[in-house]
């Protein structure tokens, strides 16, 4: 079955699913953080795959550990490439 991609709450389910590692991992602003719950709120497909993730991510954080934080210039230049990324397909 195909990804739905339904405009909910002003963000359709792709930009949700490209947030929702930095979601996960607080590094939204809380603007964004408003529009996702609002968006999973009225999309029982975001609810149930965002569910299904965060309890992975979690069952990895248990196993694993919690990572080492990375040096800040390193995270800033991390997310400057993945953004670079993002928006060249």
Do not use: T
Not at 25 to 42: A, C, F, M, T, Y
Not at 62 to 82: I, M, S
């Amino acid at each position: 079955m195909p990804e739905p991609d339904r405009l909910v709450a002003g963000l359709r389910c792709r930009e949700v699913l490209a947030d929702l590692s930095l979601y996960l991992d607080g590094e939204l602003p809380s603007e964004r953080v408003k529009q996702i719950e609002e968006h999973v709120r009225g999309c029982d497909w975001c609810e149930r795959f965002g569910g299904e993730f965060s309890e992975v991510i979690k069952h990895f954080r248990r196993e694993l550990g919690e990572a080492e934080p990375l040096d800040e210039n390193v995270a800033d230049r991390l997310r400057r490439r993945l953004r670079a990324e993002r928006s060249n397909p």
